[in-house]
């Protein structure tokens, strides 16, 4: 009998220990591992990336509406324990961000580990996940590979790859340049520019086009003008700008430098948004896939509460990395709360169910064969400086394309997702 008014201790779950489980959620809060790069070519994506994770722990910790509007059982904290997190810097390089989040795991006992950004990063993570049994969700990454070949039972991803950028925009470009023209690519060598290049190249084929070059460059490259000179030279009708992040930004700058912006059309298929703003103008009448942009706050509600919560905070609205890593965050807690268990078997079947929850691009779900989750494509054209209503107003959107169709076959990519235990 226990003297009146004392109260049972809390026991986890008669689950057995697998990963950091249940040490790591047998106190009164949690620990998740995040993995950004904050110096580097991606340094910016990182920086709005970690702005997204926080506000989603400060949401959840607090209770916020927004948060419960994904994640209907939570209350404060994820199954009623505090969120607490530590910050590493990836410079998206794959070994510091294993050994930083191996350190969260061995040291904090990481029930979570986030982070991407680099698809490179997002693969070894993956790894690392699946060996050490504890769930990685991804932040960003762009490459086939990472619910492909790579895939795991410990990962998830929620943004939009290089498979589904093609199959979006691909029809785009295909309506407003014609069939048979001649495409030119810049591609960063690893396995994010590698697939989406692939990707555009398979699907354009369809209509006709053919790669007049492809010319691929080392991650972080200061200049780009040995590749321009050859883009210059090869008779191409489009150039396709896989880079991605500062690469994105310098190879743009200088393409116009060479001259090659006046002979060609650009198309940057997978990019983010602050492309226009440190680009100078060059990306107006470009056509781009991306994963959000913040306008879209007319047509889905909780884009609109998300916007709000993030401008209010940090005074500028949200980009595409900061979203993606709120909603992928606010998604797991999600599933732990259904799972009503912090017992990773138990929340990856939880994923498994292909259950429809909201989103801030409206409803999705996510693949029990890959853990990709199904969700729009969002094609938007560079505005006018004349056509801008505001210093943010950088984009018209000219469709949000419904993701199921875009999608490969589960298996297309070689994903085996390997054990839960």
Not at 64 to 91: F, H, M, Q, R, W
Not at 95 to 117: D, L, P, Y
Not at 190 to 209: I, N, P, R
Not at 393 to 398: A, K, L, N, R
Request: glycine letters at 10%; a neutral charge; aromatic letters at 10%.
């Amino acid at each position: 009998m226990l003297p009146a008014g004392m109260l049972m201790p809390a026991y986890a779950d008669d689950k057995p220990a697998i990963g950091t489980y249940p040490e790591g959620s047998s106190g009164p809060s949690v620990f998740i591992g995040i993995s950004v790069p904050r110096t580097g070519t991606y340094a910016v994506q990182g920086e709005d990336e970690l702005k997204g994770y926080e506000l989603a722990i400060e949401h959840i910790n607090s209770g916020n509406e927004l948060i419960k509007k994904i994640s209907p059982k939570t209350k404060k904290g994820v199954l009623g324990k505090e969120l607490k997190y530590g910050v590493a810097d990836s410079a998206a390089k794959p070994n510091e961000a294993v050994q930083a989040q191996q350190r969260f795991i061995s040291e904090n006992k990481a029930m979570m580990i986030t982070g991407g950004t680099s698809s490179a990063v997002a693969v070894a993570l993956n790894k690392l996940a699946q060996r050490e049994k504890v769930l990685f969700v991804c932040g960003i990454s762009g490459s086939n590979d990472t619910t492909g070949k790579d895939c795991v039972r410990y990962g998830f991803r929620q943004n939009f790859y290089g498979q589904t950028a093609a199959a979006a925009i691909s029809p785009v470009l295909i309506k407003t340049f014609g069939k048979n023209k001649k495409a030119a690519y810049l591609t960063p060598d690893y396995t994010y520019g590698h697939t989406v290049t692939k990707s555009m190249q398979d699907q354009l084929a369809e209509a006709g086009w053919t790669t007049a070059t492809n010319q691929v460059s080392p991650l972080g490259a200061p200049d780009f003008s040995s590749y321009l000179l050859n883009v210059a030279n090869s008779g191409a009708d489009v150039l396709i700008n896989v880079n991605w992040g500062h690469d994105a930004v310098l190879s743009i700058q200088q393409a116009k430098q060479f001259g090659v912006l006046d002979k060609m059309k650009l198309v940057v298929p997978y990019q983010v948004p602050f492309l226009a703003r440190e680009t100078g103008g060059l990306m107006q009448g470009v056509y781009s896939a991306t994963d959000y942009w913040w306008s879209i706050e007319d047509k889905y509600p909780l884009a609109k509460m998300f916007n709000d919560a993030f401008e209010k905070k940090y005074g500028y609205k949200p980009e595409w990395g900061a979203e993606n890593s709120y909603i992928s965050f606010a998604h797991w807690a999600r599933m732990v709360e259904e799972a009503g268990t912090f017992y990773p078997p138990d929340v990856i079947k939880t994923y498994e169910k292909e259950e429809t929850i909201p989103s801030f691009v409206g409803d999705v779900h996510y693949r029990k064969e890959d853990h990709q989750c199904v969700r729009p494509v969002i094609i938007v054209k560079g505005k006018e400086q004349k056509d801008m209503k505001g210093k943010e107003d950088y984009y018209d959107i000219v469709e949000i394309v419904p993701g199921a169709g875009l999608m490969q076959k589960p298996d297309a990519f070689g994903c085996n997702l390997g054990d839960y235990t």
